[in-house]
């Protein structure tokens, strides 16, 4: 809709339309590396369930092949059409988002009645889940609904949790200002030892904010469950330091 919709038609549309096989063919191009690192595919959007068919074929396809699938979900898709897709995946990733079902609505637009449903029934079916938490202030940090998570999620089989740290990539007051227009591409060490100035994407959290991820890990660990934070975290956290100290 937004190439379309542009008058001065600066945008295109830059995917296209592939095949299964075709998207298999570049898959087994990196098939070494793969059986070298322990690593795999992993089917992402956007939300791949959204394309059942396609999906189950790819993944089928890869594990033929002897390549690790896994899935990752925000997990609103029913059941029946979850069950097929989980025949052919090794691993899921699962997001979980807010833990009542209005807020959820208000912040994402759908409710999560299918979603926590689906996180029930996915370690039911014996397939290993990962439950990932993006965890952003004022949106879902309360700590009633950390309460609630840590409990929903303990109620559960899981592999582990991450708690994906929140960050300001994005953001066009401060995208605007990066010396380079795609921070994506910028090795965080090597910007430091390099000296690029404004590049300040991430904000450290407030004090009140640590305080809530620490409730989550100490329910967490009270209830015997390993929670991760995200190494990124500790990294992020380095790197302003390091640009906190860059000289002029």
Known sequence: ??????????????????????????????????????????????????????????????????????????????????????????????????MDTVRHGELTGVGNELILDNATRIPQS??????????????????ENIKTMAEFVTGIKVVRVDIVPFHQLGVFPIVSRLVYPFPFFICYRGAASLKVKAIYFFQPPATEFRDRIRAILILGKATDKRIVIDEYASFIAEFVKELCHLDD
Request: net charge negative; hydrophobic share 35%.
């Open 1 to 98: 809709m937004c190439v379309e919709a542009c008058l001065s038609e600066a945008r295109v549309i830059s995917g296209r339309t592939m095949t299964v096989d075709e998207v298999v063919e570049i898959v087994r191009k990196d098939e070494l590396f793969y059986r070298n690192s322990g690593g795999g595919v992993t089917a992402s959007g956007g939300e791949p369930t959204y394309q059942p068919d396609f999906l189950k074929q790819l993944l089928r396809q890869c594990q033929s092949c002897g390549i690790h699938t896994t899935l990752d979900t925000c997990g609103h898709v029913k059941w029946e059409v979850m069950a097929e897709i989980l025949d052919y995946v090794d691993l899921v990733y699962y997001d979980l988002k807010h």
């Open 126 to 143: 014996g397939k290993p889940i990962v439950i990932r938490i993006p965890l952003i202030p004022g949106c879902n940090d309360s700590e």
